[in-house]
């Protein structure tokens, strides 16, 4: 296991670093993310110090926040000051350089079980209740209209295309959110998909409803 007090340094590093992001990005959403990745490692298994440092520091590379490679670089500066195992360095940057969507349109055949865990629990936090909340507080924070009818659902190509979207935030749902539970690598991750996936489609149904459609 990590150090203790090297955790507790790693982890302020992050929290500091995550301070400027919406409150889907911030420090509660590494939280959420742990404790998603704690269930799911308890089933599928993996190396829990992989997982946890990946899982603490892989927003600090998300592309709608920070330049990717200058993040990269600052994350490698960091853990090697604390002296991380080599091997578990290298694959903890390897999890956050294939960890979010938009990589589905990238050019990889990198795989781990610690990837697979780390990526279920940051899709799972994406959906259900807290994923509404998400999705709304960052439309809320990029100034998008939260529907409108008259612009529909896209296709992307292309993870450009995706990421210099502007579509509203309910278009997002149909976008990406209810397409992760079929992206789930794990079958306890799928399984803890479904649930929140169907609170999703309620909310859909429910909002549609109420905007008269």
Partial sequence: MINDKILFEIEQWA???????????????????????????????????????????????????????????????????????????????????????????????????????????????AIGAVGVARAFSYGGHKGRDFYNPAIPPQEYASADEYRNSNSPTINHFYEKLLLLKDKMNTKSGMAMAAQRHQFMEEYLKQFFKEWGE
Avoid: P, Y
């Fill in 15 to 125: 929290k500091q670093m995550l301070a400027d992001c919406d409150a889907g990005h911030d420090w509660w959403h590494i939280i959420r993310v742990r404790n998603n990745a704690k269930a799911v490692h308890a089933i599928e298994g993996g190396d829990w110090n992989t997982i946890l440092l990946a899982v603490i520091l892989h927003d600090i590379a998300d592309t709608k926040f920070f330049d990717e490679v200058e993040s990269l670089m600052l994350i490698e500066r960091k853990l090697k000051e604390h002296h991380i195992d080599a091997e578990v360095l290298d694959h903890v940057i390897k999890i956050i350089q294939n960890l979010s969507f938009s990589k589905q349109w990238c050019d990889t055949s990198f795989t781990s079980l610690e990837l697979s865990v780390v990526q279920d629990a940051d899709r799972l936090d």
